[in-house]
């Protein structure tokens, strides 16, 4: 069941990158498709470091304080009741959406580099 949902986000990455590529690119060629497949694996990266930052547990002590702080400036309104019981961000990203982000920037980040080795190859 996992496999088919990352081959579908996979073709939809080089969906994007080849769109990127067709829209933004000054001249067709090789190197020009490794540095938008590496842009949007740079992209999945960044989105995956941040998530495994706070599914490390990184940002609970630092959001639990501003909904603290928060909810004693302004304790009637209504996004600061219930502060408690909101989860901490380590609780809020799932394993399932952890496994597909760290899956498709392994993907993306090994098609680079072997369209890299390809590139160099034939150099």
């Given amino acids: 069941m996992h496999w088919k949902l990352n081959l579908s986000v996979f073709t ?3 969906i994007i990158a080849g769109l990127l590529f067709f829209i933004f690119s000054p001249a067709f060629g090789l190197l020009n ?3 938008y497949v590496f842009y949007v694996g740079l992209f999945y990266l960044i989105v995956f ?3 495994f930052v706070m599914r490390g547990g990184f940002f609970d ?3 639990h304080s501003f909904r603290k702080v928060a909810h004693r400036l302004a304790p009637s309104r209504p996004s ?3 502060w408690e019981q909101r989860l901490p961000p380590s609780e809020v990203i799932e394993t399932s959406f952890f496994r597909v982000l760290f899956i498709q920037t392994a ?3 090994a098609l680079d580099l072997l369209l890299l080795v390809l590139y160099y190859t034939a150099n």
């Fill in 80 to 82: 600061t009741q219930g």
């Fill in 12 to 14: 939809a990455n080089l």
């Fill in 61 to 63: 002590a630092i959001t």
């Fill in 33 to 35: 498709v490794i540095n």
């Fill in 49 to 51: 470091i941040a998530a």
């Fill in 107 to 109: 993907a993306l980040i």
